[in-house]
C-alpha cells in the first residue's frame, strides 16, 4: 500500500491551489455577503477545464480520474465552500449520469457543453414532501406522442437558476406487485432551460454556502422530448441512487477542504494571536486541539481519497462513499467549530473566514444524504 | 512555425535560499517555481501557435529535477521539452550558461527563439542576447508586445519613459518581461499528458560547436566570492497621510495585528 500521491495528482493540485488562492480566495467573503452566484468564477473554471475533470477527452473532458477531481473541489472548498459545490453538483450530478447512462446523441448534444463549461449542470431529485424518502416524489412525466410532459416542482437545487441543463426525476408509473402493492417507476429526463413550461420558484435563504443560487424548478405541462429520457424508463430510481453515490464523494472533498481550510487559517491564527504575553500555540489546551483537528482531517482525507479511487476501479462504491461523506461532513463541522472558539469574538465576526466556513460546512452533514442516510447505507451493507 | 523558449526552474522566494559551499545556489534543496520571465515568454509563444499555428519547444538546462518545469510548460500547451543537463554543466555563470544553450540550440531548427528578460535568481538580463550573439541572429530584449508579420516580429522594446517598435527578421531572439501578459494556468488533462510526455534529455556531448573551456563553472568567467542568505531589514511601510487619516491609519494597523 502505498499512500503518495502521483506526479500529476501532486501537479494537479499545484494548479487548484493556485487557481483557488489567486481566482476564488479574493471573492470568497463577498459571494458569502451578497449571495450572488460566482458567474466570473465559474467562466474561468471553464476555461482551464475544471467542469469537465472526470469526463473522458472525447467528450470535451479533461480524461482525468475521481480522485483529481475530488482534488479540485477539496481546494476550492478551502476557500469557498460556494464554488467547491457549484463544480461538485455539475460534475457529479450532472455530467456524471449522462456520461453514464446517456446514449452517444444526448452525450455529443449535452456532456460535450458540459464538460467544456460552455454550460452548466443540475439535479433536480427532492420535493417538498420528498427528502430522504427519495421514493416520496409527486413529480409526474407523461408520455404524450414524441414527448413527456412534466408536472411537479423540485426544491433545493444547487445551480437552480444558474443552469443550463438539468437532470430531472419524475414519476412515469406505478406498478402492483402480486401482493396489491403498488410502486412508483422513476424515470429521469435532461431538460434543458428555457423548455416552456420549466419555471423557477423561490431563492432559498440560506445559512451557508450562500452564493450557490439554490432554488425552486417548477414543471407546468413542460414538453420533454422524447429522446431527451435517460436511460431506460422507470429505471431512475437507480440513476438517482447511483449518481448520488459519486455525488457523495464531491461533497466528502467539499467537506474536507472546509476543514482543512479552517485548520489552516487557525494554525497561523494562534501563532500570531497573543494573550497573557504568549502565543495562544504555546498553550498546551491550544496545541491538543490543533493535534486533534489535524488528525481527524488527515483521517477523513484517507477515506475520500479511498472512496474517490473506489469509483475508479470498482463497479460499486456506496459503502466508501457514504463513509467518506460521513466522516468528513462531520469532521468538517466539528473542526470548523473549533476554529470558531479558537480565534475567539474575532472567530465569531464576518471579519474572518472561519465564521463563514463553519456556517458551510453544516450543509455538508445534510444534503445529497443526511448523515443519518449514510449511517444506513453503511450499515445495510454490514448488517445483512 | 518554430518557436524555441528557454525556461529556468528558479527557487520559490516564499521557499527561503540555500547555499552550496561554493557560494553557489543549492538548487536540489529549494522550493522551485518557472521563472516569472520565461513564464510570460512561454505564454507568448502559446499566444502566437493559438493565432497562427506553431510548435512550440521548451527547453531547459539544470539538475534532473528541471525537468518538471518542462513538465509544467507541455502542461500549459508547450509539444516538447528538452533537459539540457550534465555535471560538467554545474556552476554555469550567464557566460557559460548562453554557451550550453547555443549548443543545444544550434541542433534545433528554429524562427524564433523566446527567453524571459532575466531570472530572479540573478537578475542578470544577460543570457538571452549572449544566446543572439553566439548564433549570431538579431536579439530584441525587453518585450512589452510581440506580434508577427510576414517572415518578422513586431515588438514593443520597453524603456523607463517610453517604448520602441522594432522590427527583426526571424530567425531571431526576443526577450520577454513578466508584464507582456498573463500566462494561462495548466489544464488538469494537459498535466496528466505532461506527465506521460517524454522528455528529451542533452548532456555534454550533444552541444554542438561549444568547447569545454565555456562550459560550467570552469568555464565561468564570474566567480562568487562570498554569499550569504541574510535577509536585510526592510525600511517598513512609509505612507504620507494627514494627521487625522493617520491616526485612524495607525490604530487599524495595530487591530489588524491584535495589539489594540
Redesign the interface.
Known sequence: MDFTL???HE??RS?FK??AEKEVKPLAQEVDETEEFPRVTVEKMAK???LG?PVP?EYG????DPL?YAM?VEELSKVCGTTGVIVSAHTSLCCDPIMTYGTEEQKQKYLVPLAKGEKLGAFGLTEPGAGTDAQGQQTKAVLDGDEYVLNGSKIFITNGKEADIYVIFAITGVTVDAKGRSKKNISAFIVEKGTPGFSFGTKEKKMGIRGSSTYELIFTDCRVPKENLLGKEGKGFGIAMHTLDGGRIGIAAQALGLAEGALESTIAYVQ???QFGRALSAFQNTQFQIADMATKVEAAKMLVYKAAMAKATQKTYSVEAAMAKLYAAEVAMEVTTKAVQLHGG?GYTREYDVERMMRDAKITEIYEGTSEVQRMVISANIIK | MKIVVCIKQVPDTKGGVKFNPDGTLDRAAMMTIMNPDDKAGLEAALRLKDQYGAEVTAITMGLPKAEDVLREAIAMGADKGILVTDRVLGGADTWATSQTLAGALRNIEYDLIITGRQAIDGDTAQVGPQISEHLDIPVISYAQDLKIEGDSVIVERQYDDRYHVLKAKMPCLVTALAELNEPRYMTPGGIFDACAAEITVWGRNDLKDVEDSNLGLKGSPTQIAKASDKVRKGAGEKVALDPAEAVDYIVGKLKEKHIV
Do not use: P
Not at chain 1, 473532458?61 to 482525468?64: E, K, R
Open positions: 502521483s506526479k500529476a501537479m494537479a494548479l493556485e487557481f482551464v477545464g475544471f475533470i477527452k473532458g479533461q480524461g482525468c483529481t479540485c500570531e494571536r497573543k474575532y
